[in-house]
Nanobody, 124 residues
């Protein structure tokens, strides 16, 4: 059974850090582009970052550049989103998703499999 599971969310104070994990079961992640997305209630899901299958390309939306990094550990079949200098506006449910095609993109319709999400709350 193909499954993606996000973890690592929680409550953190502004300026703090969290590392989100996206673990796959039933398939290997190293053949996929992996994207991270987030959604706030009442708003559309938006892209945050993505990483190419060959680990050579990464993309970040402007609001997280310089604060977030993305990496993958193919041996652990896991992709990470390191989030530093967190702000209250980063509060959202974070999702990871897979894209079989080669190019990196954050267009939601390009992603096939999605996890259930992990809540990130940035508040003092």
């Amino acid at each position: 059974q193909v499954q993606l599971v996000e973890s690592g969310g929680g409550l953190v104070q502004p300026g703090g850090s969290l590392r989100l994990s996206c673990a796959a079961s039933g398939f290997t992640l190293d053949n996929y582009v992996i994207g991270w997305f987030r959604q706030v209630p009442g708003k559309e899901r938006e892209g945050v970052s993505c990483i190419s299958s060959n680990n050579r390309s990464r993309y970040f939306v402007d609001g997280v550049k310089g604060r977030f990094t993305i990496s993958r550990d193919n041996a652990k079949n896991t992709v990470y989103l390191q989030m530093n200098s967190l702000k209250p506006e980063d509060t959202a449910v974070y999702y990871c998703a897979t894209r079989k095609a080669l190019g990196i993109t954050l267009r939601l319709r390009e992603y096939e499999h999605w996890g259930q999400g992990t809540q990130v709350t940035v508040s003092s």
